[in-house]
């Protein structure tokens, strides 16, 4: 068993990545990366691994959904009682990593955290789906529940309790942004050479761009 995990192999060799071929600024060379993800139609290009610790240092990790970025940072959404949300609010540091496997590309995301304001996560809010509005007041998410039915009659109250579809926004739910100091672009290649750009803020458009050793 574990010798055929270990025979488990893919050879890079689609693309290369050059520190002289990179945009200067991180959030432009990430816009270039995404939008060939985009065009290549990966399904849900969107999902990203988002580790958080706890105060002691305590690492946990989960894939949410980005739902947008620019120059301030990237942004995703979530119960702020949950166990990400908690450890959030003990160390608002975090990492984000995309992983789109078909292009053979990895982007690595390291940065503080902040909450949206409320009106971004009211905006937001409203757009999501009417059973996914109802599912952000029914789920009191990472407590620990007894039954798959105890969340159904969570909904079913909920739903009776908002008959419309013009349900607020919980005030336990919102958005973060992940504003970066540092980004990574990790180029498959093929012997395990693979190409690692680093990008470290300096200040405000100012970047220092670095080859790391795969």
Known sequence: MLSSIADIRKEYKL????ENDVDKDPILQFTRWWQETIASEIDEANAMTLSTASAQGKPFARIV???GYDNNGFVFFTNYESKKGKE?????RATLLFFWKELERQVRIEGRVEKLSEKDSDA???SRPLESRIG?????QSSIIESRETLEASVQKT???FPGENIPRPPHWGGYIVIPEAIEFWQGRANRL???????????????IQRLAP
């Open 15 to 18: 693309h290369s990545l050059s």
């Open 65 to 67: 959904l980005l739902k």
């Open 88 to 92: 959030i609010g003990e160390n608002p």
């Open 124 to 126: 937001y809010f409203s």
């Open 136 to 140: 952000a007041w029914a789920s009191p």
């Open 159 to 161: 739903k009776q309790r």
């Open 194 to 208: 693979h190409d690692r750009i680093l990008y470290t803020f300096i200040a405000i458009d100012n970047w220092n």
